[in-house]
């Protein structure tokens, strides 16, 4: 038998074989997300669980006696389910969207990811509590049984299925979009939306419909997927952060190297699990690193149209909620106190979140980059300071400071390759890296898999103050968390943070001025990441423990869920973001699964109906009473430009 | 100061610029000379915004060069050419909306100081800038809403806040892009004088449709059709030429 490379041909094939079905796969998802990408300009984070809505109804139709037992349902199989899930999914699909996602069309685009990534923690959150984290058996099709034995290897005949079925699908998709009446409207509006919503046609509908195709098609990869995959209320959510980087890859402006793009990673993704298997899960977001560094746009991708830095604040900054010097004061006592009236752990739990919240908002907020992946810093941190004060015996403070030097240079560096893009784009490229430090988490030997580092040394601060005891510890931990917090403030309100206000502003105008604004954004981007490493490098000491939790994008999205509650931009409302989400993941903590769900429902809520955050709200407010007293009390009404004239 | 390199500050030659197959500019040649008015007509569409973006590097030139003061910029950033000494407006009144009237001006008197990265420093520092701010606001007419918030201004107030603010960076060559569009009679004559008064030891380059505007200020006038230089002269040249009139003026209004 002949061997390549000291491979044999059947690994090599077969391995091959099941990366084109993936590539399929890709290619099918990432179809449905470029698609409404271009179209609606939402970055479609909920694909992930649409997918996995059409897995389960196939799951469902083939299971309908059992569910609804005594009314006579036959049992549809998976040929049915090919034709009625789609639609089924799609009908969901332009549900969804006549709901919720047409709320947020003429809002910042970051607020159409908030909302899907909320549309998906609910969705997934949902079948969690349903179905747990065991998969469903989906049987493949009577019909498709069996294989061909191609001398090389034997090729299951449901898998060639998937991939001349998947491919075909493509196809009709390109040759719909590039080749009809309706394509050239649907291709019009990729390159401008604006004209395409000028025209007469009815471009509500129109938008539904296209979001429910997209979505449709997500559901016609669920179903295909089913009985290649488990059925499991999780397959939607790590494929969709590879789609992401696959559309970052492949770049916008191109059907065809969408499908390209997906059919090839999917191989490359195969190839790599053949010659150097550790490698497998990363190596797309390596290329997506790479593809970043020499072309920027993608590789199938035009110059980019430059969306600029979102302003997305919503702070008053002459009110007296925005005064740091203040509210370090008041938060330095109110910290003092606080272990009297809660649990000291709670209360550290609080703070480092806080610390991370506020980290995030400085890039969020006060810059208006969506970074998506600060639980990359967070993590690597956490795990370097635990790493460092476990095995080599680092004393505590050096231990932090270790975890935030990683910290600091992974920030550099991703935020080095995700400042080449903009707007969504900048979302997705810092998800998929953070998703990249998540999967080195899982292999590497020092991080010791699923088990994370644990019984972490909290040690003696600078040799002698004992942070065994709890107060002791509390007490560091509050003056780290100050000491975070005033830094920030600092850098808001210095010459820098007013360059910084301005690119939020005007970013254009920012360059005509002079400002290369693209290092700006990197330094407050590497500043952010430095500070949420020191939020995670001591919460890894305070808990002793460092784990794959702390790197997940989960954690990144409770950044955002924490600023966005609180008040994006505001000084204190990351702080009583991160109170409210602790506190609820406290009190929902008995109730599993549903604490998805709860924080998936407010990260809708907020996106829908308190876009200025708890903080933001409450400026608004006493801004507006404020104005009412001065005009009660016989002051005129704030000087209207008009009214004066040189 | 720097030596001239000549006479002109800008010498484009043969610049192009093509989207998808489409010309905006084609194999355009222009000079602007040191200290005059030179102002950029021609009918919409005929690449003068273009042209502007090209100069100031917004867009790269699919061809040609650009050379400012005799170096050639045609491959520097934005950035980069803003601090030789280009400085633009925009079409669409370019302000910091929820900075105050005084911080809109103060962000571009802070560029050439180099304190700009220092994010360890409070922002008092900056309050040395604070007597030219209020200069700059004076000569426009803006130092009595100097706390307000600019998004809180009127149309015309925005135009004269976003010039303060340009001229704050003591530009070389200053490039206004239709500097009195959406502005009423009072404000054009406003910020026409302000224009003339700014350009003592400056240049300035453009783009204007208020002909009238163009008639008192312009020293040399480039008619632009279709990508193309159609004409080029004094107001009283330009005027006159039948293609310009067929173009520009009996064919576009």
């Known amino acids: 038998m002949m061997t390549l490379l000291g491979i044999s041909p059947q690994l090599l094939f077969g391995q091959v074989l099941i990366g084109l079905i993936n590539g399929v796969f890709y290619a099918m998802m990432s179809l449905g997300v470029a698609i409404i990408f271009g179209m609606l300009r939402i970055g479609n984070f909920v694909h992930g669980a649409q997918y996995m809505l059409g897995a389960f109804g196939a799951w469902y139709l083939m299971h309908l006696p059992d569910l609804f037992p005594g009314l006579g349902l036959p049992s549809l199989g998976y040929w049915w389910a090919l034709i009625l899930v789609p639609l089924a999914v799609g009908a969901i699909g332009a549900i969804m969207e006549r709901l919720f996602i047409r709320r947020v069309y003429d809002l910042e685009h970051a607020y159409g990811l908030l909302l899907t990534v909320g549309l998906a923690m609910v969705i997934e959150g949902l079948f969690n509590v349903g179905y747990g984290a065991a998969g469903q058996q989906y049987d493949i099709p009577g019909s498709l049984r069996g294989g061909v034995n191609l001398g090389f290897m034997f090729l299951p005949n449901y898998r060639l299925w998937v991939i001349v079925a998947g491919i075909s699908v493509c196809i009709a998709t390109w040759y719909t979009i590039e080749r009809t009446r309706l394509g050239a409207y649907l291709r019009a509006a990729t390159e401008n939306p604006d004209l395409v919503r000028a025209f007469g046609i009815n471009v509500p509908r129109m938008l539904m419909l296209t979001y429910a195709f997209g979505v449709g098609l997500a559901g016609l990869a669920g179903v295909m997927a089913a009985p290649i995959y488990q059925v499991s209320p999780q397959m939607g959510q790590s494929i969709i952060i590879t789609i992401f980087a696959v559309v970052v890859i492949g770049g916008m402006g191109s059907i065809s190297g969408a499908i390209f793009t997906g059919l090839m990673l999917g191989m490359i993704e195969g190839l790599t699990k053949v010659f150097w298997p550790q490698a497998s899960t990363t190596v797309i977001f390596v290329i997506m690193a790479i593809v970043l560094v020499f072309r920027p746009a993608g590789l199938f991708g035009k110059e980019t149209v430059a969306a600029h830095a979102a302003d997305m604040s919503t702070a008053r900054p002459d009110g007296i909620l925005e005064n740091g010097r203040l509210w370090l004061v008041i938060l330095g006592i109110g910290g003092a106190v606080l272990p009297f009236l809660v649990y000291p752990v709670f209360g550290m739990k609080i703070l480092c979140l806080a610390l991370f919240a506020c980290a995030y908002n400085l890039i969020f907020g006060y810059v208006g980059l969506l970074a998506f992946g600060h639980a990359a810093f967070y993590g690597s941190s956490a795990y370097v300071a635990a790493y460092t004060a476990a095995s080599w015996g680092f004393p505590t403070e050096l231990a932090i400071l270790s975890g935030v030097a990683m910290a600091t240079l992974i920030g550099a560096l991703f935020g080095w390759l995700a400042i080449r893009r903009q707007g969504l784009y900048f979302a997705m490229i810092t998800l998929a890296l953070a998703q990249l430090v998540y999967f080195y988490a899982i292999q590497a030997p020092w991080t010791h898999g699923e088990d994370g580092i644990q019984s972490v040394p909290r040690g003696y601060l600078f040799g002698f103050i004992d942070l065994s005891q709890p107060l002791n510890m509390y007490y560091f931990v509050l003056t780290v968390f100050l000491i975070g917090f005033a830094a920030i403030y600092r850098i808001v309100r210095s010459p820098f943070g007013q360059v910084l206000k301005s690119i939020r502003e005007n970013e254009p105008r920012a360059v005509s001025l002079g400002y290369s604004t693209d290092r700006f954004k990197l330094i407050a981007f590497t500043l952010s990441a430095m500070l949420a490493g020191l939020a995670g490098g001591t919460k890894a000491i305070v808990f002793q423990i460092a784990s794959l939790a702390d790197l997940y994008f989960m954690t990144s999205a409770d950044a955002l869920l924490m600023t966005l509650i609180g008040g994006v931009g505001t000084l204190l409302g990351p702080v009583v973001g991160a109170v409210i989400v602790v506190t609820m993941q406290k009190e929902f903590a008995t109730l599993g699964s549903w604490v998805i769900v709860v924080q998936g429902s407010a990260f809708v809520l907020c996106v829908l109906f308190l876009r200025k955050g708890v903080v933001g709200t409450l400026e608004d407010w006493l801004a507006a009473r404020a104005e009412r007293r001065r005009i009660a009390s016989g002051g005129a009404p704030a000087p209207v430009a008009k009214g004066v004239h040189s | ?253």
Do not use: C
Not at chain 2, 1 to 9: E, F, R, S, V, Y
Not at chain 2, 94 to 103: C, D, S, Y
Not at chain 2, 184 to 208: C, F, K, P, W, Y
Not at chain 2, 217 to 232: H, M, N, P, Q, S
């Open chain 2, 1 to 253: 100061m720097t030596t001239p390199a000549g006479d002109n500050i800008i010498e484009a030659r043969g610049l192009t610029k093509r989207f998808h197959g489409f010309s905006a500019v084609s194999g355009v040649d222009l000079d602007v000379r040191r200290h005059s008015i030179h102002a950029l007509i021609g009918p919409n569409g005929a690449g003068k915004t273009t042209f502007f973006n090209l100069i100031t590097k917004v867009l790269q030139p699919s061809e040609g060069t650009i050379r400012f003061n005799g170096e050639d910029i045609t491959d520097e950033s934005p950035a980069r050419v803003a601090r030789r000494g280009i400085v633009r407006s925009f079409q669409i009144s370019a302000i910091f909306p929820r900075m105050t009237v005084a911080e809109n001006v103060r962000i571009a008197l802070q560029r050439p100081t180099g304190v700009s990265f220092r994010f360890w420093q409070s922002e008092r520092t900056l309050s040395l800038l604070e007597s030219r701010v209020d200069e700059l606001l004076d000569a426009v007419g803006l130092l009595p809403l100097r706390d307000q918030t600019a998004a809180g201004l009127p149309y015309g107030r925005k135009r004269a806040l976003e010039l303060a603010t340009t001229l704050a960076l003591e530009p070389e060559l200053l490039l206004l892009d239709e500097p009195t569009s959406g502005l009423g009679g009072e404000d054009v004559e406003r910020i026409s004088a302000l224009i003339r008064q700014v350009a003592a030891n400056r240049t300035i380059l453009m783009v204007e449709h208020n002909l009238s505007v163009v008639a008192r200020l312009a020293d040399k006038i480039t008619v632009l059709a279709r990508g193309k230089v159609l004409a080029e002269g004094p107001y009283s040249d330009v005027s006159t030429d039948p293609r310009v009139i067929e173009a520009y003026i009996g064919g576009d209004e």
